[in-house]
């Protein structure tokens, strides 16, 4: 340890060491798997894709898998959390920002790519006591506390029980478009979202210009 002037002992902070190319193809390795792995889960379920699968549609090994996730129940919990990393701050207006969700699941439900609330379905195959549902039940809670805030910024009247209504619509839309297979209902719920807005925006006094 180093010795300062009076011979005292000196503590230094640690700093972290520099990433080594190792720790490089490492991490690249693991979000291969990840990627890899959450588009099966989503595509086929997650009951339904196994780690056998997975590592033959990388072209790795079990052991190379389990190396980077040390359980099935490891990766089906990374998947979710990465599905739940919240969206990129915008400088759109926030109205916009609101019905532009309805407009990218619509838009996913026309070219064959939704099948569902990963979140929704997650829950539905493992059950309410698996970790995977605390994760859910925070990406709704943070998805409703959001909309509030897009609503609070708008100048909505009552947001806090707004947003939650509109995360209501969104959710009804989702469940809709599973079993039609079609963006009708989607496109209906954004513009009751859309109305119901307006009906909580304040109102331009009489004779204002």
């Known amino acids: 340890m180093p010795v300062n002037e009076k011979g005292n002992r000196s503590v230094q ?4 060491a520099p990433p080594t190319r190792r720790d490089a193809r490492a ?33 790795i090994s079990k052991r190379t898998l389990y190396n980077h996730f ?15 990393r919240p969206a990129e701050e915008s400088d759109a207006p926030a109205l916009d920002q609101i019905l532009a969700a309805f407009d990218r699941l619509a838009e996913a ?20 006591d698996h970790p995977a549902a605390a994760v859910a039940r ?28 509109i995360a209501l619509l969104f959710e ?20 009751d979202a859309q109305d119901l807005i307006a009906s909580h925006m304040p109102r331009a006094s009489p004779g204002a210009p």
């Open 70 to 84: 040390p359980s099935k129940d490891a990766l089906v919990l990374a998947y979710l959390e990465a599905s739940a």
């Open 13 to 16: 902070s640690a700093e972290p």
């Open 172 to 191: 009804g839309a989702m469940a809709t478009a599973l079993v039609s297979g079609d963006a009708d209902g989607v496109r209906a719920a954004r513009q």
């Open 109 to 128: 439900v026309d070219r064959g790519r939704f099948r569902g609330c990963p979140f929704v379905n997650a829950v539905t195959e493992l059950g309410p």
């Open 138 to 165: 925070r990406f709704k809670a943070a998805r409703r506390d959001r909309l509030t805030a897009l609503l609070a910024r708008a100048g909505a009247r009552t947001p806090e029980s707004l947003g939650p209504r």
């Open 27 to 59: 991490a690249a390795t693991r979000a291969r798997i990840l990627s890899r792995a959450g588009r099966l889960f989503y595509a086929r379920g997650l009951l339904a894709t196994g780690v056998d699968a997975i590592a033959a549609e990388l072209g």
